[in-house]
């Protein structure tokens, strides 16, 4: 059913309002997927925080004009689903790829992130960044790392001298 003049207007007020700050979007072809698929797929994104549309590529193209995603405009074509991440940079690539594993019907047409358009042969290195907790972590954890071996080097001379005496200690009790 095709939608009136101010229905789309709504639509592409709330595309352009989810595209001026997502940080990334993937746009993939869905065509020969079940409604059941498509509802799976929406679910997985809301436990992502991805949000997810099939609405015509017209729309979208008046969405995305002066934002960071304009880039995609010229490879918008066919029937497409798009998925804008708008809290984790690779959250719609990591859905795409997660979904595309067991839905070959699925396939990712165009990728931008940060105001660049990406090649989708890399939507598995874009869907593998860490999120923002694990990149708090694994900083953390490279921080941590020269502290922890200072300690240590600190402490090694006591250790040393502790397991000279212990053994000096056993030997005296053994004659």
Known sequence: ???????????????????????SAVAAEYRGLTVQQLSSLRSNAREL???VRVVKNNLVKIAIKDTSLECMDS?????LIFAF???ELGAAAKLVNDFK???DLLKPVVMAVNGELIDVEKLSQIAALP???QAISMLMAVMKLPIEKFV??????NVKLVQTLSAYKMKLEQN
């Open 131 to 133: 999120n923002r907790d």
């Open 101 to 103: 594993k067991d839905n």
């Open 152 to 157: 240590r080097t600190l402490s090694a001379p």
């Open 85 to 87: 991440s708008k809290d």
């Open 1 to 23: 059913m095709a939608l009136k003049i101010g229905e789309k207007k709504v639509v592409v007020q709330e595309i352009a309002e989810i595209a001026s700050t997502a940080q």
């Open 75 to 79: 490879s918008l074509k066919g029937p």
């Open 49 to 51: 925080g991805v949000y």
